[in-house]
């Protein structure tokens, strides 16, 4: 009935919609600053764990893996680990202990200048570790290293500093080669370290601020490593949504990428434009019991447990084959000090026979905890459900929140999954296993095992210390209560135009320097 | 009507302070406390009370309330305990933001919700009726972040149109950040247009059937004359209510299509500040999604009174 009134009313609306688009036109161009640089290459990278308000730049206070793309962007260290986890130079050239491996002296690198000019020497280093230590600064990383005495800290001249420990640590310069140790800039306030740290790394900060969603990086120009970095700007953000991650780098809204899950790596790999990146890594996945719980307390109950998991299939499903098979030790096979086993084979008779002489011939009852915090864990658990049960292992599957998964679950229920990053033979074993760790996850509690460590620590002879840490393995492996059947590679992708880029089985150790596009 | 107006004020402010008080004590019952969530796995037992006592965690719920509410009174929202800047500072950028998308999405919203409404009243029972009754309807019953997947799969993958993310701080002109909000934009509209054109339809009807319609016409006005100047006016009150409620959504923040298009905007700082037991952002913002309710009804009330003489 008013069919032919409908153009007149049409035009209208779109006039009115075309007017308001105009006007609406100033009002957003305000709202976004960036201006257009001179062009730039500029190489835009994503972090999967989610950054937010929690982020800083304070390598000393740093948690989360955008935190530490961002402080490697920006700071470097005394010494870096290499795919071994073995100690390597980066700001220090060479180093060497007394006989006792309780005094160790570094020789550092020599013309490295600081983003403010300020030439890098051995008091920046003197105040970054002794800051770090200090119980004020509340750092996650000062437990682990305890053995250095912050008194006894002293810059011997401009390019050497001395450390005195107290106790004999012969793997010294690999303990110090971790997230924590960034050498900061003497002088700078405290209040600036958290979002406008000066270091000496390839890039400065341009604009930080916790809560944003991207942060910038611009080149430092006098880098003291020649040619590097190959890009002008870095723009970091975070998407933790693995999805949305895929869906960016395939349509080249970012050029870099990690923290992978198996089924994208699988979609990237038909795609021309885009190159999958992957590391062989010693991160651990783990199925972790208390053993001073029962069931649990009983070695034969921890056997049997063990005994139940197929680790093939565990790699083909859990993983897609993009790991390794480990054997209920941290420590991965080709890491530096491994003990090499012939992983346990499934027998599931096996596993009846050593829960019948632990008192359970109708098997037992238990509640595993896990959760989609870590990729795999519920595949992880799922399938150990299935193994488990025809062993007469009735597990309840428990899922619980991934926001406070590590607050409110682990180490606060007694059978969890549980993740590591990789991490060198010292600190895969000691972290979670020694008696005195506070993330001791397993309520493993042996005097043995801890004197292996403290005695592998103290001792200077490579063949002896190889063999005390593989004795702790052992001991781990045979008698623990963590069930560790894969390795997952570490997986990430590039845009094809991208090169230059390695992942490191270290997760927080992120080189951008060498970086290219196109 | 300044009367209804300041009455509605009055009582605006007594539902901000009840809904800050009820939202503190919500948050109060959550477990755990910022100190935990910042440090999350590297806590020890030394740092948390460090940082317990730099965030006065360690003062009584009553008195941190009650320190909030005394500062709030001068004109201060605080210190964000987790990302440790002004909160009126870090809130206002995602606000901005959410305006701007609130706002693109207003723009197409608006012709299409009141266009639909009136071609499928018009030809109601017809072909155009029914094709986009249908259309309205999937898009009524299919979840935001489903049409936003399929937007993405569609207009970003598989034809590579416009870019998957809205990661607008990359954006370098207008256009690029036009493209990038196309698709939030899209599924916003999408999943909002619905109800308002059913009302639309369902209103215009009425009036259609109505016998001053019938009168205008036995008068000789022209047709469009009648619809937009005797029909439409007094149809649109329904919609104009439906639209305040999808504004007030929308500034509520879209946590969904945040989610998926990655958006920078007030929802997922909210849902943020929850999981990190960001007390002062969360109250921030809940004072103004709460804002946004208000306002927006009153200004569609008011909209509703104006085009209605009788409520005059």
Sequence with gaps: MYGKDILRISRRALLATTGAALAAGPLATALHVPKAFAQPKTLRIAAGEADGATGTLDPALS??????????????????????????????????SNATGDEWTFKLQEGVKFHDGEPFSAKHVVYTFKRLLDPKTASPGASSMAAIDPAAITAVDDLTVRFKLKAATVEFPALIANRFTYILREGQPESELRTSGIGTGPFKV????????????????????AGLPKVDVVELRAIPEESARIAAIQSGQIDLCWDLGRAGVEELQKNPDVKVVTTRAPFVLTLSCWADTPPFDDVRVRQAMKYVVDREQMLQLVLRGLGNIGDDNPVAP?????LKTEPRARDVEKAKALLAEAGHPDGIDVELFTSETTPGFIEMATLYQA??????????????????????????????????????????????????????????KRPEFDAFITEARATTDVAKRTELYQKAQQLLRDDGGAIISVFPDALGAVRANVSGWKLHPQQSTKDFSEVSIG | MSKMVLTRLGMALISLLAVSAIIFWCVEF?????????????????????????LHLNLSAGERYLHWLTSLLSGDFGTSLVADRPVLDYIASRIANTALLSGFALILYIPISIGFGILTAIYRGRFTDHAISVIVLIFMCLPEFVIG???????????????????????????????????????????????????????????????????????????????????????????INITALNVAWMIGGVVVVEAVFEFPGIGRLMVDSISHKDVPVILAISIVMTGAYIVTNLVADLLVILLNPKLR
């Design chain 1, 63 to 96: 948690t989360a893996d955008p935190d530490a793309a961002r402080i490697n962007l920006v700071f470097e260290r005394l010494v870096v680990l290499d795919d071994t986890f073995s100690a390597a130079p980066q700001l220090a050239t060479s180093w060497e």
């Design chain 1, 206 to 225: 341009q604009k930080f601020v916790p809560g944003d969603d991207v942060s910038t990086y611009v080149k430092n120009e006098s880098y003291w490593r």
């Design chain 1, 334 to 338: 080709w890491v530096q000090y491994a």
């Design chain 1, 387 to 444: 193994m488990a049960s025809e062993a007469g292992i009735r597990v309840k599957l428990t899922k619980a929140p991934s926001s406070d998964y590590w607050s409110a679950v682990w180490l606060k229920q007694p059978f969890v999954c549980s993740s590591w990053s990789g991490r060198g033979a010292d600190d895969a074993l000691a972290a979670p296993y020694l008696s005195t760790s506070d993330w001791n996850e397993t309520h493993w």
């Design chain 2, 30 to 54: 959550l477990p755990g406390d910022a100190a935990e969530r910042i440090l999350g796995r590297n806590a020890t037992p030394e740092s948390l009370a460090l940082l317990r006592e730099k």
């Design chain 2, 149 to 239: 997947i399929l937007l993405i799969s569609i207009f970003a993958i598989k034809l590579a149109w416009l870019p998957p993310l809205a990661l607008i701080g990359s954006a370098q002109s207008f256009g690029q950040l036009v493209e990038l909000m196309a698709l939030p934009t899209i599924t916003i509209v999408a999943a909002m247009s619905a109800y308002a054109v059913r009302m639309m339809r369902e209103s215009l009807i009425e009036v259609l059937d109505s016998s001053y319609v019938l009168m205008a016409r036995l008068k000789g006005l022209p047709k469009w004359r009648v619809l937009l100047f005797h029909a439409l006016p007094n149809a649109l009150g329904p919609a």
